[in-house]
């Protein structure tokens, strides 16, 4: 036997071996998938989709154009199934030329199908224009439908988009050459390890299928995320308050409190040194206070959103004002935490209470008439569920909300890390950021349901009918002087929307500033990066958002030097810089505190 025999029998035996050792894993994790679908607990069916009503509508609306006007959609249709038949001749007189090659491809970019093979093969480049062409034509459909309320239409697209993103051929292993190159490379290793990944994910959500976005070894909170120095100074159910130590020798009179959203946790602000908002304020001379919102569980079925206004938004700015000795401070509010310290500072002006000299909203929502992408979950087939299965656990899950969020940028948060992962058999990265957006918290049952009734469906607080303690109140009781931050492609809290709750609200001293990017991009934007720009202008914020924007100016790099030097100017003269603590203010423990652990590192 020669030389290069005796190798090819022991690559032989090695790969034989591989298999049999990767049929073996197959069989365990098969099992151990079993047991995590069998365990998967059920929920409202409500939640997992919209009613069936959508797609009866959209199917009775095309019936109703057809019946209209047949030759508009008869031509629809036949231009589909000419384009569809002229791309299917023109791949096959490519090939009966003996050539290996696609026929030329008419259609844009697209980040899904970066493999070469989706240009030069003809059979995926054949997927891949005829999914184009399928994808073309049903949003083409959908554009038609003329009798349609512009909520349902609004729906009708949204859905549509669903569906044609997830019968993407990228999103199959059979029609995905970059999963079937990897498996050739690896032997089939990669397949095997994307199976493990599959059922890890099913076991940590109870056999729900979320798809891991970030290394979870990879950070630890106070380790090497949120690390900020300063100290937990008073705590009471809701929440904890972090007094941050100063960096500089004097700092402004007037203290910073910061109310971040309940959804998640508030390190966004505090990732790294390089991209925190809480270590650059505190380094502009600001004494910093944050508040730690607690992670509901089911005993918190009963708190509402006045109890996050009385035991936490008065209780903290109390405490700050205590700690400090001053009779005003300044507060920011980011998201829902930002709708609610509007609802809390419409009820201080009621009651005459000057606690607030200025604020501060993030990417704040405060009219809900026109809610922007996330309105299509917010009608009655997704509220309706929501609120039987809060009823039921006493909390609206992180798992539900994560899972609807993801949706909303779905390639990017759910297909493209599945297909890594599951397919290629990639291990998640190591992102702070992704790994924050998996550390989301679950929301009191009651006050959910209000949020998501009172505000987001009713439009109360817009309307003046939303009650706090027992009183209604409305945006033009808002009358602080406020500075408002909205992100021009957020998903979440559109910036349109921002602006017209903020153009309602009725201080005589409002700036309104649009960032580049996203709901965390835009404001986690730090001026060391240079990257997003941001739009302002001197005119208060008032007519239109499209008036607003095309008289604006912008001005490339972050926002924060603009507003550090507009809440500078509200916060008063120097003075010696304030350490956390004192005989009067005892230190209950280093930042970031308890709160904001995991359950288990809280013990």
């Known amino acids: 036997m020669t030389t290069t025999e005796k190798k090819e029998e022991t690559d032989s035996v090695a790969r034989m071996e591989r298999l049999n050792a990767n049929l073996a894993r197959i069989e365990e994790l098969t099992q151990r998938l079993t047991a995590a679908v069998s365990a998967r607990r059920s929920h409202d069916a409500a939640l997992d989709g919209p009613a069936s009503d959508v797609y009866l509508k959209a199917a009775a609306s095309w019936v109703a154009g057809m019946m209209r006007d047949p030759g508009r959609v008869l031509e629809q249709q036949i231009g589909y199934w000419g384009k569809t038949l002229k791309h299917y001749v023109e791949a096959n007189q490519v090939l009966a030329k003996g050539e290996f090659k696609a026929p030329a491809d008419p259609f844009p970019k697209d980040r899904r199908f970066s493999n070469p093979l989706w240009e030069t093969h003809p059979f995926f480049n054949y997927l891949k224009q005829q999914y184009q062409l399928n994808s073309e034509a049903m949003t083409g459909a959908v554009g038609q439908m003329e009798t349609l309320s ?24 059979g029609t995905n050459p970059d999963a079937l190159e990897r498996a050739v490379e690896t032997d089939g290793e990669s397949l095997v390890q994307g199976l493990e990944n599959l059922v890890r994910d099913m076991e940590a959500n109870s056999g729900e299928l979320m798809v891991t976005l970030a290394d979870k070894e990879a950070f630890t909170v106070g380790g090497n995320i949120a690390t900020s120095e300063g100290a937990v100074v008073y705590r009471n159910r809701m929440f904890e308050l972090i007094q941050y130590t100063p960096t500089t020798d004097k700092v402004h009179r007037t203290p910073l409190l910061i109310f971040p959203p309940w959804i998640n946790k508030f390190y966004i602000m505090d990732l790294k040194p390089q ?3 809480i270590r650059w304020i505190v380094d502009q001379g600001f004494t910093l206070f944050v508040v730690s919102w607690v992670n509901p569980d089911a005993s918190y079925a009963d708190v509402s959103l006045d109890d996050y206004i009385r035991d936490g938004y008065l209780r903290a700015m109390a405490e700050v004002r205590r700690i400090t000795g001053e009779k005003q401070i300044n507060v920011t509010g980011y998201c829902i935490a930002g709708t609610t310290l509007a609802l809390t500072l419409a009820h201080l002006h009621k009651a005459g209470d000057k606690t607030v000299k200025t604020a501060t909203f993030f990417t704040t929502l405060t009219d809900f008439s026109d809610p922007g992408e996330v309105g299509v979950f917010l009608d009655n087939d997704f509220v309706d569920g929501i609120e039987r299965q809060t009823a039921q656990d006493g ?17 990017d948060l759910i297909y493209t890390p599945a297909i890594k992962s599951y397919m290629m058999g990639e291990a998640p ?7 924050w957006n998996g550390d989301a918290t679950n929301l009191p049952a009651k006050m959910a349901v209000e949020y998501l009734r009172g505000l987001c469906q009713q439009d109360g607080f817009a ?24 992100c021009e492609t957020d998903h979440i809290a559109h910036w349109k929307g921002s602006f017209n709750g903020i153009k309602q609200m009725g201080s005589k001293d409002k700036t309104f500033i649009l960032s580049e990017s996203g709901h965390i991009a835009g404001i986690i934007n730090p001026p060391s990066k240079g990257k997003y720009g941001h739009w302002t202008s001197a005119a208060q914020p008032e007519g239109t958002p499209e008036a607003w924007l095309a008289a604006a100016e912008k001005t490339p790099g972050s926002w924060w030097p603009r507003w550090g030097a507009w809440l500078a100017a509200s ?10 603590g004192g005989p009067e203010n005892p230190v209950l423990c ?3 505190g308890t709160y904001v652990k995991p359950a288990e590192a809280q013990d």
């Open 429 to 435: 990265p190591a992102f702070d950021l992704l790994y």
């Open 463 to 486: 309307k003046g009918e939303f009650p706090v303690f027992g009183e209604p109140v409305n945006l033009a009781q808002v009358q602080v002087p406020l500075c408002a931050i909205a």
């Open 571 to 580: 916060s008063g003269a120097m003075v010696k810089a304030r350490a956390p």
């Open 590 to 592: 280093p930042a970031p």
């Open 150 to 173: 512009p909520e349902d239409r609004k729906r009708v697209d949204y859905f549509t988009k669903q569906i044609v993103d997830m019968f993407s051929p990228t999103n199959f292993l």
């Open 395 to 411: 909390i609206l899950s992180s798992l539900f909300m994560q899972r609807t969020f993801s949706f909303l940028r779905s390639n």
């Open 275 to 277: 991209n925190s908002l």
